[in-house]
């Protein structure tokens, strides 16, 4: 029997009960197939950091390291808790295991199901894929303020772009459309962002010439997000960098029926860290507890985890559990453990 | 009689369409007024810079300088035309002007109006107004790359952030909301570029005291993109930097009826330079002499322009010739003029 080792965070707010259901769902798409999935959980987020003060330390950093993957439900506490006013559990764990665990694919999927109830008047078929960067841009890090808190006060935050960095996941992206519908959308701002634009344009360009079958095309990221709305059947790759990538993400996740929906996998593709897969969403302390959150998101993360693992048949037994649960939907409330038990069946079906 | 000094750059592609048209409801909205509207043409755009060379010379922008005001139409080449390779018409004209001319209120409205086809199966009431910063962030051109064109390329784009340039837009973003529903968002991207959304925070913080009936909140950019597909209604007053702005408008254009009927004034409140009024599509090379672009735009621009020179019967004029118009649309085609038309018609009725 083949062993894989995943380590667990579940997280804060909705965090653990979409994992919880995630981990029905795979379990039922293993049982019986020779896989053992040999689970570490690591309590991490706000509720942790209000516990401990720690955010992640060097030994869950190098515990997580020993593990062949990552589900992550959601972190972050309460907004507005004054115990986390110097927290930010965003930069100092989320984006933390991406940076450290050199996350450069942020892949992140959108589909419009049938059945999804979506706002768009006339949807058209939406199917894409956002690559978007996950270790470099403006989320490096690199900032900071003099004169703080004086109306002399100047901040600052520095996009870092690499060849090395852009190259990669430009490569990941014209392999990903290589064997999808072979077109390739760059979104950035290069119009504006000129130096920034200019690297991955470029390199978009170079790394065009070894993919002659793939259509390529560029839109400034204002233009991406008018498509979005009205024609998003036109996307099929989108490759981006880590800023523009968050946003049109979480525009994707909402004209295709929501947030509640949308998977993400932080994908090492060398394989020399483990890789990160959890849904879009944030940990919505709002609803925690009430068995309100959808954990489709994260049942769908767990099929980019199966795939990831090359476990491709599990994984597309997932994918179309939830896209059947998807198309069964009448608009009647469910618990989220309804849905999760209601997927878990149709894995097993 | 009072005199206007206007400075009309018409500029390329749709551009002097759109403006002939404007300009059309212009003369209308005045005429018997006793206020005469001198206007001074400037060829400025990518056919000038194709023609010798030039983008915005200092000659230029003295004349400018001596308006009362500017309408522009749109500026920028064929994508992709190699002669236009190292222009950068974007930078150096429209930026160049707006970062001149101290243009530090992007003022957006967006509005659903009643007979606009719009994306949305259930919009709601759509009615605010974005003001984004103009003179700072991602955009101050503050960029550089080494190694260029290597594989060891690194490209940087610095956000510059001061709180004299936060301040002062974000008070005028206030008062505006004082003036309307009096709600006002924030939205950046605070738990990631930490430095730079501190600043705007806590301005906000700040300056909401001094606005008690103000109701105050904040959204990261990636879920604001959100709303605006699934609750646009929630908003009145968003406030937001020069990047965020950009997206956010081209997204709201989108969704309140399309890029033909968004607006903009790039206002100096300070009256030091003239304030600039544009509509937020670009110069559509190709459609562009064809009588097929939606003039609606650049006219709800001259009704910016108007109230900003404190003509407000006359620009309430045009704003409602403007939605009558479009509450009569049939979706019959009607060409650039015929639009202009009609409005310089209700405008005069
Ligand atoms: C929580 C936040 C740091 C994160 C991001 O900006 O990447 C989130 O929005 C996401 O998209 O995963
Ligand atoms: C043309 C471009 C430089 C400009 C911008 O990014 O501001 C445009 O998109 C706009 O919104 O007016």
Redesign the interface.
Known sequence: DKTVKLAVIAGDGIGPEVIAEAEKVLDAATAGSGILFEKTRFALGAARFLETGDTLTDEDLTAIKSHDAILLGAVGGVPGDARLKNA?I??GLL?KLRFELDHYVNLRPSKLYPGAP?????PGDIDFVVVREGTEG??V?N???I??????????????????GV?RVVRYAFDLAERRRKKLTLVH?T??????G??WQ?IVDEVAREHPHVAVDYLH???A??F???NPGRFDVIVTDN?FG??L???A???TG??GLAASGNINPDGAFPSMFEPVHGSAPDIAGQQKADPTAAILSIALLLDHLGLREESARVTRAAEDDIAARDGAARTTAQIGDSIASRVRA
């Open positions: 930010n965003e930069r984006l979506g706002p768009l008047a006339a403006p989320y890090g900032g900071g303020s004169r703080r808190g004086t109306p002399h006060e100047i901040a600052n935050e520095t996009s870092v772009n690499t060849a090395f190259e701002k119009n504006v962002l000129v130096h920034a200019a690297i470029r990221v204002d233009a997000t008018i979005l709305v009205t800023l968050d946003i993400t979480d525009l996740g909402a004209v929501g947030i």
